[in-house]
């Protein structure tokens, strides 16, 4: 045996002590394998893979309207002790704080009365409707939404589940105990967000409620505060809070820093002082971040303001709403912001909608926002919301869906007559070929591994 | 052992119970990382879970899920780079002192192996670490057994050689 053999045995019989002991791990395997319930799919089609979501975005205001449409019923789905079920999310791209009344709608399920807590049947879900989902690694992803209660009564049930193989199965998992999740009013525990950071590090939040594992979702615990958006890359978790009372949106909006799964925040201070505004979308992609703020009427192109971060989060700079400067200067007529992203590449691009049936006009930039550049007016359908692959490859879905591969100066319809804004919930690209819409109201997740060229549909069980 | 496992309990969980610790070790050889170690694992036990039948039926239970593991290692990693990293210790900086030479051959060695490519060193921990066979090792990687030789012979040539490159060269080198 040769020295570089010996010393190799030796090498790796020492390192192996080093490995983690495995005893919790495999009560969390355990747990997770044990106290879920199989979600098979419909649809004979496999997910190839999915990978990590590299498009952070904020709440999308369908999701809220689809919570908040939703009645008072929690949904205890698998092997678990009866108890109010919040969902969870990916990294969508969102609709712009400045276009929230033209966020598409989303089908919701339609309130019901009282809250049920539903015990376990040992069946699968059905009717489940993703409102928001998140992966980490090519594997292990998440997904907030609805499915019918367990009880039988045919109302809808907030219901969170998972995926270890690449979205082929998914299963039903355990959600914060004590959450609600209020399917008709967004109550205090109410939960409309879901990230995870690692397999075992999650977080489910929302306005009012915030709630974190360190188990895969095994327990849950409620951190003091609440979450408008929450993304988290890089070891760190960029958090914006804000105070719900005496405005109409978020007031005082502040952002806070965390490493990945420590409840010690470090607030980082915006440009500009105090923020009151209509709503804030954050986007992350790298150590790219952008917050979009509305702060004044929804709708109105002067009210937007960007807060652009290159650090992750530790430092921001205020910027302009580029529709009213690069997006007007490109169509001749003024621009508002409709929808924003961020592309695997870094980029950040928005939709920029015309007023009073003018051509949109999209926007990318390449520098962290520091400038902007815009595409060819076109006109976009209704409610249009924008995804971006790259800062070359940008899709919009409207009710005429669009790809172009060239930063938004020629675009292509796309055949899928399934990606239209009005049933999307969810629109996200988790890199440079992979994406993923949740549209028929959250019934169907497709997904491009083509940079969006071409789509293949997954629908869940009852759909 | 497999047979006592077998006896009255849910095989799953016995079986997760009793393993996941060696399981560790292995995973823990190929990724570097203890974070990496137990996101392997658990991935790769979750995603037998559904199938758990074929690894019942396996004449050697262990190897069957240790070879889903290794080829989940090959290619998890041949996937682009995951976005979030997450660390359980501050990587270290080089700062110009002489801490190279204060490793001995074991620290240098570990350090170089995850130099190597993930099927070399996935053949080389299983050869050296688990001292499988070459048909066994095939097995796992899914290649015949004269590329079971090759990437072996290859991974201790590679080794070899940036010890000796890492011996004779500034101490950036050996992390190069």
Redesign the interface.
């Known amino acids: 045996m ?1 020295d ?2 010996t ?10 002590r ?6 919790t ?2 009560e ?3 747990a ?3 106290h879920t319930t ?1 979600v098979e799919p419909r649809r004979g089609r496999q997910w190839r ?1 999915w ?4 498009i952070a975005a904020g709440s999308v205001v369908a999701v809220v309207a689809a919570l908040a449409g939703l009645g008072a019923v929690h949904h205890g789905a698998g092997p678990q002790p009866a108890a109010p079920a919040p969902s969870a999310t990916p990294a969508p791209s969102a609709p712009s704080a400045a276009s929230a009344a033209s966020a598409p709608s989303t089908g919701a399920p339609q309130p019901s009365s009282g809250s049920t807590a539903i015990t376990s049947t040992g069946l699968g879900l059905t009717h489940f409707q993703v409102i928001d989902m998140t992966f ?5 992803g998440w997904a907030l939404g609805t499915a019918d209660c367990l009880d039988g009564s045919g109302k809808p049930c907030a219901a969170m589940v998972r995926t ?2 690449g979205g082929a ?1 998914w299963r039903s998992m355990r959600q914060p105990a004590g959450a609600g999740v209020p399917l008709l009013t967004c109550t205090d525990a109410c939960i409309r967000s879901i990230r995870f ?5 999650g977080y489910a939040f929302g306005d009012s409620a915030l709630f974190m594992t360190n188990d ?1 979702g095994a327990t849950w615990t409620r951190q003091p505060g609440g979450a408008d958006a929450l993304e ?4 760190n978790v960029i958090r914006l809070v804000s105070d719900h009372s005496g405005c109409p949106g978020p007031c005082n909006l502040q952002v806070k820093l965390a490493p ?1 799964g420590s409840s010690t925040w470090t607030a980082v201070t915006l440009p500009g002082g105090v923020i009151d505004t209509g709503l804030a979308t954050l986007t992350r992609s ?1 150590s790219a971040a952008t917050i979009e703020t509305s702060a004044g009427q929804a709708g109105s192109m002067h009210s937007v303001w960007l807060y652009t971060s290159a650090d992750d989060g530790k430092s921001w700079t205020k910027r302009p709403d580029p529709c009213t400067t690069a997006g007007a200067a490109a169509v001749g007529a003024p621009q508002a912001s409709q929808s924003i992203t961020s592309g695997a590449d870094g980029s950040i691009s928005l939709l920029c909608g015309g007023v009073n049936g003018a051509k949109g006009v999209t926007v990318t930039s390449t520098d962290a926002g520091a400038t902007f550049r815009a595409g060819t007016p076109f006109q976009f359908g209704c409610c249009a919301v924008i995804g971006a692959a790259s800062a070359s490859v940008l899709v919009v879905i409207s009710d005429q869906s669009e790809r172009s591969a060239d930063g938004g100066h020629t675009w292509r319809p796309i055949g899928d007559t399934a990606l239209r804004a009005g049933n999307l919930t969810f629109i996200g690209f988790e ?1 440079t070929q992979v994406g993923r819409v949740a549209t028929d109201a959250g019934r169907t997740i497709l997904t491009t591994h083509d940079a969006g060229r071409t789509w293949s549909a997954f629908t869940f069980p009852g759909s | 052992v497999w047979e006592l496992l077998m006896d009255g309990d849910p095989s799953f969980t016995v079986f997760v119970r009793v393993y996941t610790s060696a399981l560790l070790r292995t995973a823990y050889l190929l990724t570097g990382t203890a974070v990496g170690a137990e996101d392997l694992v658990q991935d790769t036990l979750v995603r037998l879970y559904p199938k758990w039948d074929n690894v019942e039926a396996a004449d050697v239970p262990i190897a069957y899920v240790r070879r889903s593991l290794v080829n989940a290692f090959v290619n998890q990693t041949r996937r682009p780079a995951s976005r979030d990293l997450v660390f359980d210790v501050l990587p270290e900086r080089a700062d110009g002192r002489d801490v190279v030479t204060q490793l001995d051959d074991r620290d240098q060695i570990w350090t170089l192996l995850r130099t190597l490519p993930e099927r070399q060193r996935a053949a080389v921990v299983l050869r050296f670490f688990h001292d499988l066979p070459d048909e066994e090792i095939g097995a796992a990687l899914g290649c015949r057994v004269g590329t079971v030789r090759s990437l072996i012979s290859r991974g201790l040539a590679a080794l070899r050689g940036r010890a000796t490159d890492a011996d004779s060269g500034p101490a950036a080198r050996r992390y190069a």
Not at chain 1, 232 to 235: H, I, Q, S, W
């Open positions: 040769s570089i053999e010393a190799l045995r030796a090498s790796l019989a020492e390192h192996a080093h490995a983690p002991a495995g005893a791990l495999a969390q395997i355990i997770e394998t044990q199989p893979t990978t990590l979501p590299l980490v690694g090519a594997q292990n270890t193989d199965t950071a690692t397999t075992t590090i895969g988290t890359l890089n070891g990945v790298g890199s």
